[in-house]
């Protein structure tokens, strides 16, 4: 089973759409959660981090469901320039505190106009 | 607002060369790594530094890798001996805490290796 797992897409949707993307991850002792944005061929920037409670910022809702080791990214409003690949991105657990990061292969979103 | 900086943004080497890439990480933050992402994959771990020495290391990082922070401020990768397969884009970042915290880590915009 892979560490992290998307959908790679790509999802095409209009704008003004709501999206929504989701992941699940392996290990149940990872702790930090996080979705980060790409670009092509860019370096990955960090969107938001995963809050136990769920958390919003903007148009972007970010959840996590611990039980099922799942976490999931609502994008409301869509905007064109919110086309990229956003990677599901987790703590390896076992890093013994060094902050490694296991990413997800990420899912390509396109908005149209 | 602070960033990571790497140079070069592009190199192209040939198979059998050493390359040495450079990265300037944030000024204050006491946690470095490298990533790689070969085109078409995900960013996959190499290594992570503190304290003057590697942390951690992945399968990748074998000894054909290397790291060094020469003085307090560039952090380097030195790959000996180029495959083809060693063409990739490779990112630098860094943070300012380690542990199980929800602490960001901020990436340079990354060089791409091309081996010929």
């Known amino acids: 089973r892979k560490e992290v797992e998307q959908d790679p897409g790509p999802f095409n949707v209009p704008e003004g759409a709501t999206v929504a993307f989701n992941c699940t991850y392996s290990n149940s002792a990872s702790q930090s959660f996080f979705w980060y944005r790409q670009d092509c061929r860019k370096e990955p920037k960090l969107l938001m981090s995963?809050?136990?409670s769920g958390n919003e910022d903007g148009r972007f809702t970010a959840q996590l469901n611990r039980a099922s080791q799942y976490i999931s990214l609502l994008i409301r409003d869509s905007k064109l320039s919110d086309s990229a690949t956003y990677l599901c991105v987790v703590n390896d657990p076992f890093s013994g505190g060094y902050n490694k990061l296991i990413f997800g292969a990420g899912t390509r979103l396109a908005v149209h106009p | 607002e602070p960033e990571v900086t790497q140079t070069p943004s592009h190199q192209v080497t040939q198979m059998g060369q050493e390359v040495i890439l450079r990265c300037v990480p944030i000024?204050?933050?006491?946690?470095f790594y490298w990533y790689r992402q070969i085109l078409g994959q995900k960013v996959e771990f190499l290594v992570s530094?503190?304290?003057?020495?590697?942390?951690?290391k992945s399968e990748i990082f074998d000894d054909q890798f290397s790291v060094e922070r020469p003085d307090g401020s560039n952090f380097t990768l030195k790959i000996r001996s180029t495959k083809l397969e060693d063409s990739a884009m490779y990112f630098c970042?860094?943070?300012?805490?380690?542990?199980?915290?929800?602490?960001?880590?901020?990436f340079g915009q990354g060089t791409r290796l091309t081996v010929v």
């Open positions: 970042a860094s943070s300012d805490s380690g542990g199980t915290e929800l602490t960001e880590a901020f």
């Open positions: 995963v809050y136990s």
């Open positions: 530094f503190y304290n003057n020495e590697i942390s951690e």
């Open positions: 000024s204050n933050h006491l946690y």
